[in-house]
């Protein structure tokens, strides 16, 4: 009988890490591209030609759907999940495992909504003044640094915690 | 670029402005707001009366065009529904189609079917109504010009609420006996009948109608029987129906002129253009002045032809000044300009500035390859872009996109020979020599593939650092590209490595390297710290800027992290991609259909996959363009170079390029 902590075993909670940093990564890339999308395509009703710019700045929340991903696959990659080899997992590294994934799980839902609310007012913006994307563009991505930085967080732990 | 002034006499204006639209290469601006002088009332009435006149002929154009696409009977495809297509002509077919088509001749035709047609319609629609309502008196046998009074009895058709019909019969039978009435048919609302009674008793038989809510009927205008007025309204039903469809033959008679109406309402929108284009003119009783922009190679070009036209014609050419904000046009070598598509996306250049299309070029299609990352999408690419390329009559600027795709076709087919996808078969399954092209295989050492994204974004962002430091040098500020631009790339390469070594776990003997890195770091940031600020007099501000100067080098953790992007991609389009290879074998595996199930599979699934990933392929490495590398040395806002041309909407000339 192995070991659990709250009904799961190690592997389970392995599981539940990588699986929640794709679903809530995802969460907040949705809410933030649709937040940004659905204002473009009113925007586009006017003005067809800014579909360029509107599009980039729509696709920027986009990003911790795919730092959550790059997660899970990670996860996936570094504890052998798609091998045997998920079973062997103990508690404490399946606990560790799902602890390193928090700070992706947290900021990636989080950031994208924000993102999301920033590239919003960047379509306001490109509505007004066309030749402004740029700007726009990187007043969003400001908003994504912290995503990145817990995406670098939630490695360096998923490498401490795989080298035991 | 260079600004010009034309001045002539008003009787060259008309003649001046047709051999300027030709040819093309003036960027007219607006004079008039600049140069304040009196109005001149008679030209504005010309002014105002022209442009009313062809906006009165373009409004009949797009009502013939309107009215003519209701009637078409082809189905867009989804293809032609995504892409614009445009009608091929030649130029002389152009300028010669108000002498082609007789328009006014079509309008009047099709402003005539558009009248006959709706009264056509409003008859059958009052036909149907009227035997809707006819219908229910069918049992009735007298003709109606018989309902009507003699010398004693009066006759009467109407209808009670059916409900109160039994009743109603009972009372008119018990107050006036001496009154017939006659039920014709009943449904569940109401009941009708004929009532015949006698004149001298006509005060009850009202009293009796008004109390149970009696509505008399009338069919003025008819006369026989409901049987035969329905025949008559069915006969004439049948008339207008076959005169409708004689009319909407006419109609489709005229949809072939449709390809001449578009040509003609772009040549009325160009000719609103001249007209309106003279809005802009500086203008005194007898001479008119324009201010426009040229390209320097282009300025005898333009002056050659207007002193053509007359001795009077006074052109002058100024190199702009400081305040003047030139409008911008791209030019690059042919094999670049498909990459101004990723340039203009952004926002053009600011005068001066440099262009970054040659220096994104590399990078885009290297990203683009890599976020596909599989060699048979790479081909496929090729070939759909390369076929929609030659069949479709497009624009050039979405030509160019095609180019651009079959550049990132051959990135992606490198860079899916060196990942070994090909089709995502997974690796086990490839032929071996195949499998020997590959270098990494990203499922199995992501790290090293995630590194490698890394590595090659942060050479991106050095690029980056480089191309700002030549922009200094452009403008002529040496000392600031060197010191502010070239202690970054000292700083940054030495950082780089520190990171490198510090995540490599630092253990055993440093590398020879490691100490050059070390110095290159420290040597770098103090370079930042002193340099970074160094317009500021005052030496705390001067430090306290430099110290924020290298606090922003932060920003380039930041900025390399989100190069992972690439990996993920190209993941993403290998896994679902391998997801469909499964499912196709899976079908094989059912008895009989099974091979052309899963070759239904292949195709539809893969052709889908190519196609979602193609837009991230595109918006993700245009992102890693505009906001990790353009940040470093770009600002953008540039105003577009708008020649005054023939610009058309639906149209492509034969054998010539449009669309500049």
């Not at chain 1, 003044?129 to 990187?138: D, F, H, P, W």
């Not at chain 2, 906006?55 to 989804?78: Q, R, T, W």
Request: proline share 4%; charged share 20%; glycine share 10%.
């Amino acid at each position: 009988m192995q070991e659990t902590f709250l009904w799961l075993n190690g592997y389970q909670w392995a599981v539940l890490a990588a699986g929640l940093s794709a679903i809530f990564g995802g969460i907040g890339s949705c809410i933030g591209i649709t937040s940004a999308a659905k204002l473009s395509a009113g925007v586009l009703s006017e003005d067809p030609e800014k579909f360029g710019g509107l599009l980039v700045l729509c696709i920027l929340p986009g990003t911790q759907g795919i730092y959550g991903f790059i997660t899970a696959v990670l996860v996936v990659v570094f504890f052998g999940l798609l091998g045997g080899a998920g079973k062997d997992i103990v508690l404490a590294q399946g606990l560790g495992i799902f602890l390193a994934c928090l700070p992706v799980m947290a900021m990636c839902l989080i950031s994208a909504i924000f993102q999301g609310i920033v590239s919003t007012a960047g379509v306001g913006l490109v509505a007004k003044r066309g030749e402004e994307a740029g700007k726009g563009m990187v007043l969003s991505a400001l908003v994504e640094t912290y995503a990145v930085l817990s995406l670098i967080v939630s490695l360096f732990l998923l490498m401490s915690v795989r080298a035991g | 670029m260079k600004k010009v002034y034309l001045i002539a006499h008003d009787s060259l204006r008309s003649q001046l402005i047709d051999a300027l639209h030709e040819q093309g290469l003036l960027h007219i601006t607006n004079l008039k707001e600049e140069v304040s002088e009196q109005e001149l009332p008679q030209a504005e009435a010309e002014y105002e009366s022209a442009l009313r006149e062809v906006d009165l002929a373009i409004s009949k154009a797009e009502f013939v065009l309107n009215f003519l696409a209701g009637f078409e009977k082809e189905k867009k495809g989804f293809l032609a529904g995504m892409i614009k297509e445009k009608i091929v002509v030649e130029r002389e077919r152009f300028y010669r189609i108000q002498e082609k088509l007789d328009f006014e001749e079509v309008y009047r035709e099709c402003e005539e079917l558009d009248v006959k047609l709706t009264s056509i319609d409003n008859r059958l629609s009052h036909l149907s109504q009227l035997k809707a309502s006819l219908e229910p008196w069918l049992p009735l046998k007298i003709r109606f010009d018989e309902v009507k009074e003699t010398w004693r009895t009066a006759l009467l058709l109407g209808e009670v609420p059916t409900t109160g019909f039994a009743k109603f019969q009972l009372e008119l039978m018990e107050k006036v006996p001496e009154s017939s009435l006659e039920e014709i048919s009943r449904d569940f609302r109401s009941t009708r009948f004929l009532l015949i009674f006698l004149k001298e008793r006509s005060d009850e038989v009202q009293g009796v109608l008004q109390g149970y809510g009696f509505r008399q009927v009338t069919f003025p205008g008819l006369e026989g029987t409901p049987r035969s007025e329905i025949e008559a309204v069915d006969g004439e039903c049948a008339r207008l129906e076959r005169e409708r469809k004689e009319t909407v033959a006419r109609i489709h008679r005229l949809i072939h002129l449709k390809p001449d109406l578009l040509i003609l309402r772009d040549f009325l929108e160009d000719r609103r253009k001249k007209i309106e284009v003279q809005a802009n003119f500086a203008r005194t009783k007898e001479v008119f002045m324009l201010e426009g922009w040229a390209r320097e190679a282009d300025a005898p070009t333009v002056s050659d032809r207007a002193m053509a036209i007359s001795r009077e014609v006074d052109v002058t050419f100024i190199d702009p000044s400081e305040e003047d904000r030139p409008p911008i046009i791209l030019e690059n070598k042919k094999w670049l300009k498909p990459f101004e598509i990723v340039t203009r996306l952004y926002g053009l250049p600011r005068y001066g500035e440099l262009d970054p299309t040659p220096h994104l070029a590399l990078f885009f299609t290297v990203f683009f390859g890599i976020c596909i990352g599989d060699v048979g999408y790479g081909l496929l690419l090729i070939l759909l872009s390369w076929w929609l390329k030659k069949k479709l009559p497009v624009s050039e600027t979405v030509k160019r996109f095609f180019i651009l795709l079959i550049y990132g076709g051959f990135a992606a087919m490198v860079a899916g020979a060196l990942t070994g996808s090909w089709f995502c078969v997974p690796t086990e399954s490839l032929p071996p020599i195949l499998a020997r092209m590959m270098v990494i295989e990203p499922l199995k050492e992501p790290i090293i593939y995630l590194i490698f994204c890394f590595a090659l974004g942060f050479l991106h962002l050095l690029f980056g650092v480089v191309l700002g430091a030549y922009e200094y040098v452009k403008q002529g500020r040496w000392m600031d590209a060197i010191f502010k631009e070239g202690s970054k790339l000292i700083f940054l390469p030495g950082a780089a490595l520190l990171i490198v070594q510090l995540l490599s776990g630092g253990r055993g003997e440093p590398p020879a390297w490691f100490p050059v890195a070390k110095w290159m770091a420290i040597v770098g940031a103090l370079l930042i710290i002193l340099f970074h600020n160094r317009e500021s007099r005052n030496i705390l501000a001067r430090i306290g800027g430099g110290i924020y100067g290298l606090y922003g080098m932060t920003s380039f953790i930041g900025d390399t992290i989100s190069y992972c992007r690439l990996m993920a991609l190209g993941l993403a389009t290998f896994l679902i991609g391998w997801a469909i290879n499964i499912m196709g074998q899976l079908t094989l595996s059912i008895p009989y259909v099974g091979f052309v199930g899963m070759i239904a599979i292949l195709v539809v699934g893969h052709l889908f996959n190519l196609a979602i990933n193609l837009i991230s392929a595109f918006v993700h490495p245009a992102r890693l363009q505009y906001v990790e590398f353009f940040t470093k040395f770009f600002e953008g806002g540039g105003r577009k170079f708008q020649p005054f041309a023939i610009e058309t909407k639906n149209l492509v000339f034969r054998g010539s390029a449009t669309g500049k």
